[in-house]
Nanobody
Framework: QVQLVESGGGSVQAGGSLRLSCAASGYTDSINCMGWFRQAPGKEREGVAIIYTGGGSTYYADSVKGRFTISQGNAKNTIYLQMNSLKPEDTAMYYC????????????????????WGKGTLVTASS
């Protein structure tokens, strides 16, 4: 079993920045891929970014490319999401996820690659 805990959410004005953190614990040796999802009120959950923990390759949703950066910390089993130039449409609950096997964006953007989920951290960007 793997547990994920997010932190770093908050409320900022449009154009501001936030950095989200996700710490994994438990049987973390099983993790092959980690990423971030978000869900805004009335909208479907969408993949934001993923990182292959074995090699560091990343992929981003088109809506956040150039503004968000996913990274893996020096501490084992920790990832970050640096969010710059936040827009009101970025407002959502952000969830950290981890997968044991698949790290293809085509699967992760739908949530199928994730085996474990955090409880989420709220991000609000107001105009």
């Amino acid at each position: 079993q793997v547990q994920l805990v997010e932190s770093g959410g908050g409320s900022v004005q449009a154009g501001g920045s936030l950095r989200l953190s996700c710490a994994a614990s438990g049987y973390t040796d099983s993790i092959n891929c980690m990423g971030w999802f978000r869900q805004a009120p009335g909208k479907e959950r969408e993949g934001v970014a993923i990182i292959y923990t074995g090699g560091g390759s990343t992929y981003y949703a088109d809506s956040v490319k150039g503004r968000f950066t996913i990274s893996q910390g020096n501490a084992k089993n920790t990832i970050y999401l640096q969010m710059n130039s936040l827009k009101p449409e970025d407002t959502a609950m952000y969830y950290c996820a981890a997968g044991r096997y698949d790290c293809r964006w085509s699967e992760w953007e739908r949530g199928y690659g994730a085996d474990y989920w955090g409880k989420g951290t709220l991000v609000t960007a107001s105009s």
